[in-house]
């Protein structure tokens, strides 16, 4: 992967985390019992963990660390389109829709420049967590299907 290429992932990653962080957010704050508003709760702090974690790479390549309006307004957006939806449809589409991202983040892991892996590893084991957290509450996991993130977070 070329460096411009590398840059223009890695914004990309930071505003979707942006975006994500809203749209979980958007979800806990309409739902329907505690055990769902603690699951979308502990997503968006997956989500602006992962930001959080991406923060000193930006800066590091002189990148703009303002998390983009345009993006947490289509993250809210999506947690609202997903909330008439209810929860295992929502979970159900994330199984789908985090293939692109698994495969994007593992391979910037893998081609990022070697001084950057350890962010970059935390960027794909955190969209490898969220993947398998989908996975399980696709399957009736309910709280414990959020184990994979909770490691992921130290808890």
């Known amino acids: ?15 979707g985390e942006v975006r994500g962080e809203a749209g979980f957010a958007t979800l806990a704050d309409h739902a329907t019992n505690a055990e769902e508003r603690e699951i979308w709760q502990m997503l968006a702090r997956l989500e602006r963990t992962t930001r959080e974690r991406l923060r000193p790479l930006m800066e590091k390549h002189g990148l703009d660390t303002a998390p983009d309006e345009a993006q947490r307004r289509l993250g809210r957006e999506r947690g609202e389109a997903r909330i008439a939806a209810g929860f295992a449809a929502t979970v159900s589409t994330m199984t789908k ?37 989908a996975i399980r509450a696709a399957a009736g996991g309910g709280r414990e299907a959020l184990q994979p993130v909770r490691t992921l977070l130290g808890e």
Not at 1 to 15: C, P
Not at 108 to 124: I, K, M, V, Y
């Open 97 to 133: 829709s985090l293939q692109p991202y698994l495969t994007l983040y593992a391979r910037l892991e893998a081609e990022g420049p070697p001084g950057d892996r350890t962010e970059l590893a935390f960027l794909n084991a955190h969209e490898v967590a969220l993947h398998e957290f």
């Open 1 to 15: 992967m070329d460096h411009d290429t590398y840059l223009k992932e890695l914004v990309a990653a930071y505003q």
